[in-house]
């Protein structure tokens, strides 16, 4: 019987992905939300990083699929990559920040032959963070050797000893390594959730104080 190539058999495991227990990362991946048929990963390794100067993760080239104005008109450039080799990850160009840096060193920590990895990021106000809830895949693409990742987020504000200027815009970005192989990827997905609800904002953001205006978000 011919022996049946390493990241082929490791696809065809990945079809019937179940949960896949402890996660890595930073965040908790037990909170999963998936979506039309996908399923949640738990297993995934999650690094992260901000850039309080909000320039571009990656630079040049086509590292920005969409992008957002701020009131001041600048535009805040979002990029999103799904990673199955080495190579891909070579043909990126990051910025030269202590970010970048970061995110890059753990990229390349990746074993593309029994994993992937989902590259983020995006703008956030200097006040607020950004937090990953959960990752899945569509089982039914990845058994074809077709990676489809979604990440999906929220939004919190950060502690009210952290000293912020509201005005500001940062970046954040976040590097997440699958633990399934592909062989390529057409597709992907995020979603963000307005507020990550957990508890009331610090006192000194709460706008549904007394005496200010808003709802509170």
């Known amino acids: 019987m011919a ?9 065809a495991a990945a079809s019937g992905i179940a949960a896949l227990a402890g996660c890595a990362g930073s965040d908790s991946a037990s909170n999963s939300y998936p979506v039309r048929g ?15 100067s909000g320039e571009p ?10 992008s957002e104005t701020d009131e001041r008109g600048r535009r805040r450039p979002r ?9 891909g990850l070579d043909a990126l160009d990051f910025a030269e920040t202590a970010a970048a840096d970061r995110l890059r060193s753990f990229l390349d920590g990746t074993d593309f032959e029994s994993a992937s990895a989902y590259l983020l990021s995006m703008p956030v106000t200097a006040c607020r963070d950004v937090r990953l809830r959960s990752v899945a895949v569509e ?12 990440a999906d987020f929220c939004r919190a504000y950060r502690p009210a000893d952290v000293e912020c200027d509201p005005e500001a815009v940062h970046t954040v970005g976040f590097a997440i390594r699958l633990p399934v192989a592909a062989e ?13 609800r957990q508890g009331n904002p610090p006192a ?14």
């Open 184 to 196: 390529r990827s057409s597709g992907s997905g995020m979603g963000m959730r307005g507020s990550c």
């Open 139 to 150: 089982p039914s693409e990845l058994a074809d050797g077709d990676l489809h990742p979604r």
């Open 57 to 66: 993760i990656l630079t040049g080239g086509e590292e920005t699929p969409s």
């Open 38 to 52: 996908d399923q949640p990963i738990d297993g995934y390794e999650l690094e992260r990083a901000r850039d309080e």
């Open 79 to 87: 990029a999103r990559r799904v990673l199955v080799s080495g190579d």
């Open 3 to 11: 022996d049946v190539p390493r990241r082929r058999a490791l696809l």
């Open 204 to 217: 000194v953001f709460n706008s549904s104080a007394p005496g200010a205006g808003g709802d509170g978000e």
